[in-house]
């Protein structure tokens, strides 16, 4: 997580992230109470396009600007409440882990870990990261919920994952279409941004890769497998995407 936090030393990564919480706060705050799935809670939530690509294309700038433009989303939505504090962790995962996880699982065959919408590798590991992202952004946020009796756990956890997840298949248009301008033209690659001792791969990445992967889907199938009350499931859960977090 070394990066998250030498990123604020750059002055382009701060804008970044400025840019990035505008965008995604604007985008939440003009569908807030138009699809309503849990009023109050969660929505049909239109906005979940960015958190991934952001992830992707800006790195730690996209992570902290989908947790602030949640933030922000919720002080001028009206939902601002305790559960802003698990929606917070919850969307900063949601764009922190897709471009950790991808340099981690990029297939090692490949010579760069750039996005190329003509490489089946790429859209295969995408999926997975977006699959991942989804699950632990909506685990870490139900489990909240559910510990100050606001919403149970199992109810939430697979709306949140299925809205982020579906979200996430559509942002991939949007990566596809921007990323080579960010890139190419811009110059705003998170890597090439960032200076390159700040954006070292983790020796222990890979762990940090499967711990996260593994607690995102025992946090969503555990329950099939295991006779652990719904409580000590998602606490496990969370713990593991945590700690995975930390060593990313």
Known sequence: MKTVFSMWNNTRMIILTAVCAAIYSTTLLAFKTALPLIPGITEVR???IFP?????MF???GAWGSALGNLLGDIFGGTL????????IGNFLLAFLPYSLWRTWIPFHQKTIDWNPRSLGHWITYILVALVSSAAC???ISTS????GIVPY???SNIITLNNFIAGLIGSLLLTTVFPMIKNHLHLFWMEVMEESDSNRPWAAGLGA??????SLFGLFGGLISDLPVSSLSLISTLAILIGTLIL
């Open 52 to 56: 991934v690509p952001f992830g992707l």
């Open 46 to 48: 239109v906005g979940n």
């Open 145 to 148: 919920l559910d510990f100050l």
């Open 210 to 215: 499967w711990l996260v992967a593994l607690g």
């Open 138 to 140: 909506a685990i870490v």
């Open 59 to 61: 790195g730690p700038a």
């Open 81 to 88: 409440g305790p559960g802003s504090v698990g929606g917070f």
């Open 154 to 156: 199992q109810v939430l």
